[in-house]
């Protein structure tokens, strides 16, 4: 009955003014209800993580990727055919199958938050990610449904009526078998999961990405103790931090993003659904022509020929590079980075840069982000970060 409470109220927040209304006028109203905290499982699988949810009355497995770069959750639906969804393991999700599915109407305000069209008076979406050869779609109805969260408790916790998309036309980026089932989308727009739990996570989430393996991304909880380093979250259509500069060994470059680029305040959004950090193309090149001079091996760049975006640094592992040591630099948070944020084993004999050029959007991809636990503070607006060794045993 609590949670039904929980999910009316985080509705009303949402269709009202969110997120002052939830959190300044009514910061107690659920507090110590529950003391448990939603939990899932994230796992590492080919460069993306997914997250182990379940979905529908009885519950069904879904595997969703960890996307703070996007608000709204989808998963694969039947009907289905064949070519318009693409391979998963587990199941296809059967919304005639579940007793607690609803479709929304095209004139409810769970349309109007989640919802870009109208079918025949059904509400529906339409979501495209990343772009050109990389880019994946997903289409289908906005419909309302019980999610199932693990816990703090071990046992399993329900989160009533989530908006989410039931994709009927999908399709995901080649040579990406992610085995995933859809996206879970943890953004700061009023569609996300994070803004839909709002109230019963009191505006904060963590997660820890590990290298390998499978960790925990917790709904509720701060991230504290003894080396947590804090920078000012700046909400806009993502989650922005501030960089002010990158040092590589002794030698710091000021981050001045220049033309087009925000300067100041919130130039860089965390996205848990990319693996490179994107910085402008002048910064990136003067930041690798650092890394190179600093690095004594011979350099390989790798060319992928996609419009707009850098080349790649690259090392043969035999050539043994000795790489320095990096630190990112937010507003009131050095970084400091292994070696395995900055390079990664993309074969036996190459290991390739973590940064990229590009100059589209600046963004704090994945790679860097293994092995700290990240936590993020909507209320406060803060996200923090600690050096952690993520992978569940
Ligand atoms: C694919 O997903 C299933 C669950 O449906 C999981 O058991 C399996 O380990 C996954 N396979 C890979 C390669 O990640
Ligand atoms: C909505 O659907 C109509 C008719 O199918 C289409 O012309 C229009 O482009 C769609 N709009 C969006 C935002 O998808
Ligand atoms: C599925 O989506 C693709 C890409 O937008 C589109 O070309 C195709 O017509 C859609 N198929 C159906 C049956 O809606
Ligand atoms: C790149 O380096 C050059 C030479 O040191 C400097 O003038 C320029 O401002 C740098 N550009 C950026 C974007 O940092
Ligand atoms: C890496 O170096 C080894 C030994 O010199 C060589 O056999 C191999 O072809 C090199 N690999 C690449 C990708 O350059
Ligand atoms: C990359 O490969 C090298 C050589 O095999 C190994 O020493 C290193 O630990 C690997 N790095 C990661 C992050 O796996």
């Not at 998309?165 to 078998?177: A, Q």
């Not at 909400?235 to 922005?240: A, K, L, N, S, V």
């Amino acid at each position: 009955m609590a949670l039904k409470t929980f999910s009316t109220y985080a509705f009303l927040c949402l269709s009202i003014i969110w997120p002052s209304f939830c959190t300044k006028e009514n910061p107690k109203l659920f507090q110590d209800e529950n003391p448990k905290l939603f939990q899932a499982e994230i796992i590492f699988v080919h460069g993306i993580y997914v997250m182990h949810l379940s979905i529908g009355s009885p519950p069904v497995d879904i595997y969703g990727s960890v996307d703070t770069g996007s608000d709204l959750v989808w998963t694969q639906c039947e009907p289905c055919p064949q070519s318009q969804c693409f391979r998963q393991e587990a199941p296809l999700f059967d919304p005639k199958k579940s007793s607690t599915y609803n479709s929304i109407s095209c004139f409810s305000f769970q349309c109007v938050i989640a919802g870009t069209n109208c079918s025949e008076g059904d509400c529906i979406y339409s979501s495209a990610y990343g772009r050109g050869l990389h880019g994946s779609f997903s289409s289908g109805n906005i419909a309302t449904e019980t999610l199932t969260f693990g816990s703090t408790s071990g046992q399993p916790l329900e989160m009533p009526k989530i908006i989410f998309g039931c994709g009927h036309n999908n399709s995901e980026s080649p040579n990406t078998p992610s085995n995933r089932t859809g996206t879970i989308g943890l953004g700061p727009g009023s569609s996300s999961l994070i803004s839909q739990m709002a109230t019963s996570i009191a505006g904060k989430f963590s997660y820890c990405l590990p290298h390998q393996g499978s960790s925990t991304i917790n709904f509720g909880g701060i991230v504290a103790g003894a080396g947590v380093v804090s920078t000012p979250l700046i909400i806009r259509d993502h989650y922005y931090l501030t960089l002010e500069a990158i040092s590589v060994g002794n030698q710091r470059l000021e981050f001045v993003s220049g033309g087009k680029y925000f300067i100041g305040a919130g130039n860089i959004f965390v996205d848990t659904g990319v693996q490179r950090t994107l910085l402008p193309l002048e910064y990136h090149s003067n930041l690798t022509l650092v890394m190179t001079n600093m690095i004594r091996a011979q350099p390989i760049e790798i060319k992928i020929g996609e419009p707009g975006l850098s080349d790649i640094l690259c090392y043969n592992i035999s050539s043994q590079p000795e790489l320095p040591e990096v630190t990112i630099h937010f507003k009131g948070a050095d970084v400091k980075l292994s070696p395995s944020n900055i390079f990664q084993n993309i074969s036996d004999d190459l290991m390739c840069s973590a940064f990229r050029g590009g100059d589209v959007n600046t963004i704090y991809g994945n790679i860097m982000q293994t092995n700290f636990l990240i936590g993020y503070d909507i209320e406060q607006r803060t996200v923090s970060f600690k050096s952690t060794h993520c992978a569940n045993n």
